[in-house]
């Protein structure tokens, strides 16, 4: 799917799982909230790119330096190394610049209420550092104690609602696949002609392939989120003439 999105010609990608669909009398709502994670992905997109001309100018100032730490922090949610401080500032234009420089997805997130599925955690990485993913059910132990009560403390839940920017600073094309994280493979369970199969998943498209995106969650309404996993779920309000 990754390779898909990275041949698409487009600045602005919106992705929706096929089975959220809803009677047409609440479209206009669910368009209205498209319309906010749009508007919030070109907000941020505009910050950053304005970072990213300020930092590749010849000269730098340190009060840009400043700002462009303090919006990765505050607005993208993102820690900088802990010897941030102590580098000098050829280094740490280019920590900035390395930050800022990929890949934005905005992602809607609905109240967690029980849905089978995945949601917005953070994760510790290899290198130390912490990210925000969306992380899947089958990705997690769930016997370990200790994993199972943070997935059990899930506010949010992933309705898979995702706004993507996939051009950087200069209007051109990410690749897509430079931002693929080749180990978040996990198993899950499968099931074919009634027998049960264990399946080794290569990295999904928003949990793995997206791995190194800037990443932004959004809490939009449940009214967003009507799913059709089984026939008695097209008894639920949402899809009711």
Same mark, same amino acid.
């Given at each position: ?6 041949? $698409?010609? &487009?600045?602005?990608?919106? %992705?929706? *799982? %096929?089975? *959220?669909? !809803?009677?047409? #009398? ?11 994670? !749009?508007?919030?992905? %070109? ?6 790119? @304005?970072? $990213?001309?300020?930092?590749?100018? =010849?000269?730098?100032? @340190? #009060?840009? %330096?400043?700002? !462009? ?11 900088? /190394? ?10 740490? #234009? ?20 029980? =849905?089978?599925?995945?949601? /917005? ?24 104690? *200790? ?5 059990? !403390? ?11 920017? $996939? ?23 499968? +099931? ?18 997206? &791995? ?11 009214? +967003?989120? *009507?799913?059709?996993?089984?026939? +008695?779920?097209? $008894?639920?309000? &949402?899809?009711?003439?």
């Amino acid at each position: 799917m990754i390779g898909n999105l990275n041949k $698409l010609d &487009a600045d602005i990608v919106f %992705i929706k *799982n %096929i089975d *959220n669909v !809803a009677h047409d #009398r609440f479209k206009a709502e669910m368009f209205s909230w498209k319309k906010a994670l !749009a508007g919030c992905l %070109i907000s941020l997109q505009q910050d950053i790119f @304005s970072n $990213l001309r300020g930092l590749h100018q =010849e000269s730098v100032s @340190s #009060r840009l %330096i400043r700002d !462009a730490a303090g919006f990765i922090q505050n607005k993208l949610c993102q820690k900088l /190394p802990a010897d941030f401080q102590s580098k000098n500032e050829i280094q740490q #234009r280019q920590i900035l610049i390395q930050k800022l420089d990929r890949p934005l997805r905005v992602c809607g997130m609905v109240p967690n209420v029980g =849905e089978p599925g995945g949601g /917005p955690f953070w994760v510790w990485e290899n290198n130390g550092e912490i990210s925000k993913q969306i992380v899947e059910t089958s990705q997690i132990d769930l016997a370990d104690e *200790n994993q199972n009560s943070i997935f059990k !403390a899930l506010t949010h839940f992933n309705p898979v609602d995702i706004v993507c920017g $996939l051009r950087n600073w200069k209007g051109e094309p990410f690749d897509l696949l430079k931002y693929v994280d080749p180990g978040a493979v996990f198993i899950s369970q499968k +099931t074919e002609d009634g027998r049960d199969l264990k399946a080794l998943e290569h990295p999904g498209l928003w949990n793995g392939a997206m &791995a190194y995106w800037n990443t932004v969650f959004v809490e939009v309404p449940l009214i +967003t989120f *009507n799913p059709v996993k089984q026939i +008695t779920d097209l $008894l639920r309000e &949402a899809h009711m003439p």
